[in-house]
């Protein structure tokens, strides 16, 4: 069996994922870190709030929050408190992805198939303990780049 069966399907590590109650209060932390804003929206279907900050050498960093109880994020931070939540992947073929990580035994949660964005995630009971996303989209900037300010404000929907 292949022992890198992702390998030839990654293109880089996209962001790391940081769930929070509250953006705003981490803001502080983030600007230390060296953090420019970079996109961000409210997911209406998941009730989340998504921003997305460069760092150094175009990593990224993303701060999630909830917008309601019934937010996995509201049961993300009640069962383990604000910390990583998950880590994205740039991938070139998500259904493949999801093939070979069922074929190699992991749990796998998806995937969801949209032109815009696309995604399959790895259970966080996997070895690592984290969830793993596997995600592919047509660009580099698929979301309208709104302002922090309108993010916060809950004026940038995402319905993807």
């Not at 259970?123 to 302002?147: I, M, R, Y």
Request: hydrophobic residues 40%; contains cysteine.
């Amino acid at each position: 069996m292949d022992v890198r069966p992702f390998e030839d399907l990654i293109e880089r590590l996209d962001h790391v994922a940081i769930a929070v109650p509250e953006i705003k209060e981490a803001l502080p932390m983030v600007k230390a870190l060296g953090g420019q804003y970079f996109c961000g929206a409210t997911s209406v279907r998941s009730q989340f709030t998504w921003v997305q900050f460069h760092l150094v050498n175009n990593s990224k960093l993303e701060l999630i929050a909830p917008n309601s109880p019934e937010s996995f994020v509201t049961r993300f931070l009640d069962e383990r408190g604000p910390g990583l939540h998950h880590l994205t992947f740039q991938v070139t073929d998500v259904s493949e992805a999801a093939l070979r990580a069922q074929s190699h035994g992991y749990r796998v949660l998806g995937p969801n198939l949209n032109p815009i964005w696309s995604e399959v995630f790895l259970h966080p009971k996997n070895p690592l303990g984290t969830l793993v996303q596997f995600a592919a989209w047509p660009s580099d900037d698929p979301w309208t780049v709104n302002s922090l300010e309108d993010v916060l404000a809950g004026l940038a929907l995402d319905d993807t």
